[in-house]
T-cell receptor, first 111, second 114 residues
Framework: EDQVTQSPEALRLQEGESSSLNCSYT??????LFWYRQDPGKGPEFLFT???AGEEKEKERLKATLTKKESFLHITAPKPEDSATYLC????????????FGKGTTLSVSS | EADIYQTPRYLVIGTGKKITLECSQT?????MYWYQQDPGMELHLIHY???????EKGDLSSESTVSRIRTEHFPLTLESARPSHTSQYLC?????????????FGPGTRLTVT
């Protein structure tokens, strides 16, 4: 069964303290991996798409990387405004382009 | 500005009522999706559409129904609301052909059935 697992479930950082979030998947024949940010009470906001192992994407303090079994979201020198839940998703084979989501990592950055 | 809209944002309704959650997008996307999300849990796909007059059920069983008569509009209907339907409902749309493309989400509808 296709599955996406994210770790840790929650992460508390001090402002400026860099760290990484993990997303592992068991989908056969990966056709893309997506990272989203979700603020409380809002819809997910698209961050990155990665299509092949070795690919990297960057946006401000965030950098996403992809291997054959997992993806990492690296957060460099985070600020309080980076606090949110970060979601990872992969396409479900049977449903074409619809996505399977992980439960997310809730990041809290304190000043 | 191209965007995706959902109304209402919040809805509190009694058991047995019929409700329709609206979703519209101005991005010209062919593909649209409905997800359900409970607090602290992952999003689950309940319906999707790849174009006008095309609708399919997702991996999460749902008593809701959808229609796609216009490209930009993808409403979700519950004929008889129950407390078990209480949840957050998120609509999304995407572009692209065979390859999966990023999905853009609306702000969601928080439904509470009493």
């Amino acid at each position: 069964e296709d599955q996406v697992t994210q770790s840790p479930e929650a992460l508390r950082l001090q402002e400026g303290e860099s760290s990484s979030l993990n997303c592992s998947y068991t989908v056969s024949g990966l056709r893309g991996l997506f990272w989203y940010r979700q603020d409380p009470g809002k819809g997910p906001e698209f961050l990155f798409t990665l299509y092949s192992a070795g690919e990297e994407k960057e946006k401000e303090r965030l950098k996403a990387t992809l291997t054959k079994k997992e993806s990492f979201l690296h957060i460099t020198a985070p600020k309080p405004e980076d606090s949110a839940t970060y979601l990872c998703a992969v396409p479900a084979n049977q449903a074409g382009t619809a996505l399977i989501f992980g439960k997310g990592t809730t990041l809290s950055v304190s000043s | 500005e191209a965007d995706i809209y959902q109304t209402p944002r919040y809805l509190v309704i009694g058991t047995g009522k019929k409700i329709t959650l609206e979703c519209s997008q101005t991005m010209g996307h062919d593909k649209m999706y409905w997800y359900q999300q409970d607090p602290g849990m992952e999003l689950h796909l309940i319906h999707y559409s790849y174009g006008v007059n095309s609708t399919e059920k997702g991996d999460l069983s749902s008593e809701s129904t959808v229609s796609r008569i216009r490209t930009e509009h993808f409403p979700l209907t519950l004929e008889s609301a129950r407390p078990s339907h209480t949840s957050q409902y998120l609509c999304a749309s995407s572009d692209g052909g065979v390859l999966p493309y990023e999905q853009y989400f609306g702000p969601g509808t928080r439904l509470t059935v009493t």
